[in-house]
């Protein structure tokens, strides 16, 4: 009896604690939001208005000024050709580097682990100077290409994790049975690791919406991204509320849309290599 | 004889079609990795022996950026800086992380739900991160102060001032990054094994003694994972910085990233920030050896 009653007030304690901690969670993001429906008048009241009428002419005016929706647009540009490339050259990758064996497998492994912790500015001083000779400076397709720095490592070692899965009997019943190599890839590892690679085609893409740095350095105008036309509100942080907490808000929305319909994918992909 | 003679000859054709192929398959992942990683990190290695800032002049000094870096106490202050930024960081994401993971991990109904809209914040960018906390922490029109106000405790300037500058950009990256350690700690403890768990409720052991005698050692290898790639991220923090303080006031929040980002776009001192990535790269190297060096000790030291 009291062994229960101990239990029972522990998970009591438990809903309450993890109420409070969703409530952290939550209330910064719906408070922004808040601020975004509100007049400029009504966004800078102190002590802060609570019932009010929704206005949404900041969402108007941001489509409408500074380049946000060319950005936008840029943004989802690279996110696509960053996460197709991720995959098209680290799906083979990821096989040869589980099944097959070649000179230098070792130090190309551990090469993908180093280039994912250093620094981005290490990277992006040298790929500026070669990208102004080049003319890849401030594009779309320059931009998704220098993202492989962190994004293709990441990649290939989720996609290691989810082949490895993958029992090594069936590689070889497939080739005994005369499929080629591609053919493995193709007609057993795609099928049975297409959740593997959502996942990481998933994971891959927020990483690209969301990054900053290189964006900012290596983009000016034409290729400027969404985090960077966000970050462009920053001086402004004092006057314009409601311009700033629309950009972010419209900036968060694709990725919220990712989370609430790949939740399982995501936790999958974030917890592979660290459970395993 | 023949019957030998045949696979023999197939076999070492087949080796040698592997043997090729391979490449194939390896082979754009290490073109890409040498233009965006190889290639970088050659050119920053070599252009740190020499002084340029975007002119045409560039003059070989061999060690001497190296040298003005490693006896100027500003660059050891803001690596100072960098260091106090990831250890408040790290230690306050893990330890909320970790009690969140075994609170929820306890719950019955409605666990899933919590667990994904404890989520959220993971799939935010660092630089919309610093710009909520802009406004919630404004000083005098931010809501955390009103708060604080009405329920008469005492506010703060919080990026505003030399001493909670710091110590507020922990906070906002506790609020971003502690769902990526209580996702992780979450799935771990999931996949520990029941019977130990139930044997010492039987035998009468508190939750303490469970958690302190069978959790953490059976957890350890991932709480390793998530440290290592927590602390990798917090010694690169750039996003969350520059979108709230700049580094200010004064230098008190300028970190390792930052401070490059303004040596070379600000100062136009191209080499010299290319000199500090180099330093910062190898302090990079050389934690997380250590982290891995300890991580390889701790299971034969742990286990009866």
Known sequence: MDFRKKRLIFTVIAYILSILALIATLFPILWIFSISIKTQRDAFSMPPVWIFKPVWSNYVKIWQTAGFAQAFQNSVIVTVIGVILALVVGIPAAYALNRLSFRGKRFLTLWLLIAYMFPEFLFIIPMYILYQHLGLYDTQIGLALIYQVFVLPFAIWLLRGFFEDVPIELDDAARIDGCTRFQTLRLIYFPLTAPGISATAILTAIWIWNELTIALALTFDAAKTVTVAVAGFRGYASIDWGGMTAASIVSIIPMLIFAAFAQRYIVEGLTLGAVK | ?304
């Open chain 2, 1 to 304: 004889m023949s019957i030998q003679a045949k696979p023999l000859a197939e076999s070492k054709h087949a080796s040698r079609q592997v043997f090729n192929s391979s490449w194939l398959y390896i082979g754009p992942a290490i073109i890409v990795m040498g233009i965006t990683s190889a290639y970088p990190v050659v050119y920053s290695i070599v252009m740190s022996f020499f002084n340029w800032d975007w002119g045409l002049k560039l003059d070989f000094v061999g060690l001497k950026n190296y040298v003005m870096y490693l006896t100027d106490p500003t660059f050891w202050r803001v690596l100072g800086h960098t260091i106090y930024f990831t250890v408040g960081a790290v230690t306050v994401e893990v330890l909320l992380g970790m009690a969140l993971a075994v609170i929820v991990n306890r719950l019955g109904y409605g666990m899933g739900i919590i667990r994904t809209l404890l989520m959220i914040p993971l799939m935010v960018s660092g630089i919309i991160v610093a710009l909520m906390w802009k406004i919630l922490l404004d000083p005098t029109l931010g809501i955390v102060n009103y708060f604080l106000r009405s329920l008469s405790l005492p506010t703060s300037a919080w990026f505003g001032s030399p001493s909670s500058a710091m110590p507020s950009i922990i906070l906002v990256d506790t609020w971003w990054q502690t769902a990526f350690v209580f996702i992780v700690l979450s799935a771990g403890l999931r996949s520990l094994p029941q019977e130990p768990f139930e044997a010492a409720e039987v035998d009468g052991a508190s939750g303490w003694q469970a958690f302190r005698y069978l959790t953490l050692p059976m957890l350890s290898p991932v709480l390793l994972t998530v440290l290592i790639f927590r602390t990798i991220d917090c010694l690169k923090v750039f996003a969350i910085i520059f979108g709230t303080t700049g580094g200010g006031p004064e230098i008190v929040t300028e970190v390792m990233q930052t401070l490059a980002y303004r040596t070379a776009f600000k100062f136009l001192f191209l080499s010299r920030s290319m000199t500090i990535m180099v330093i910062f790269s190898l302090i990079i190297l050389a934690i997380v050896m250590i982290y891995i060096r300890f991580g390889e000790r701790t299971p034969a030291k742990s286990s009866p």
